[in-house]
C-alpha cells in the first residue's frame, strides 16, 4: 500500500506542478519564474525560491504524518520529495546543466524532454508558453526522438 501511494503521488505530483507552472509561474508570481526565461546572470535565481515553495509541504506531511501516526501523509510526502529530487536533477541537471551531474545523453527520453522544454523556452515572456510538465511531453517530441537515432 505505501508503494501505491508514493507512486500515485509522484505522478500526481507532475499534474499539479504542470498546473502550477501554467498558471501560477506564468501567472501571478511570473516575477520569481521570469529570470528562469533570461539567460542566467548568476548561479542562483529568484525562480529558485520555488524549490522551497514545493519543499515545505512535503517536509510538512512526512514530519506532520510522523507526528499523529498518518502514514497516508508520510507516504504523500515522501512521494512529493521523490518527484522533487527527480525534477530538480533532470530540470537544472540535465536540462539547463546548471549543476554538472548529467553530459548530454543520447536516450530518447531525455531527448524528448529537453525538445520539449526547449520550445517552453522558446517564449521568453510569460504569454504563449508551451510544455509546462517535465516527465510527461507530448508524443511528437518523443516520435522526433525517435527518428534521429
Not at 501567472?27 to 515545505?56: C, M, R, V
Not at 509541504?57 to 504524518?65: C, D, E, H, R, V
Not at 507516504?75 to 520529495?81: F, L, P, Q, S
Amino acid at each position: 500500500m505505501h508503494f501505491l501511494v508514493i507512486f500515485a503521488t509522484f505522478w500526481a505530483m507532475e499534474l499539479i506542478t504542470w498546473a502550477l507552472h501554467k498558471y501560477v509561474m506564468h501567472g501571478f508570481l511570473w516575477n520569481l519564474h521570469e529570470d528562469h526565461h533570461a539567460p542566467y546572470q548568476s548561479t542562483f535565481q529568484k525562480n529558485d525560491t520555488f524549490l522551497l515553495i514545493f519543499a515545505i509541504p512535503s517536509w510538512l506531511a512526512i514530519m506532520l504524518g510522523m507526528m499523529y501516526g498518518s502514514d497516508i501523509s508520510v507516504d504523500m510526502g515522501i512521494g512529493t520529495a521523490i518527484y522533487g529530487v527527480v525534477y530538480f536533477l533532470l530540470h537544472e541537471g540535465l536540462i539547463h546543466q546548471r549543476i554538472k551531474l548529467f553530459k548530454r545523453t543520447d536516450n530518447f527520453f531525455f531527448r524528448a524532454i529537453r525538445k520539449a522544454h526547449k520550445i517552453h523556452h522558446k517564449h521568453q515572456g510569460k504569454a504563449h508558453g508551451e510544455c509546462f510538465g517535465l516527465l510527461i511531453v507530448p508524443v511528437k517530441y518523443y516520435k522526433e526522438a525517435l527518428r534521429r537515432r
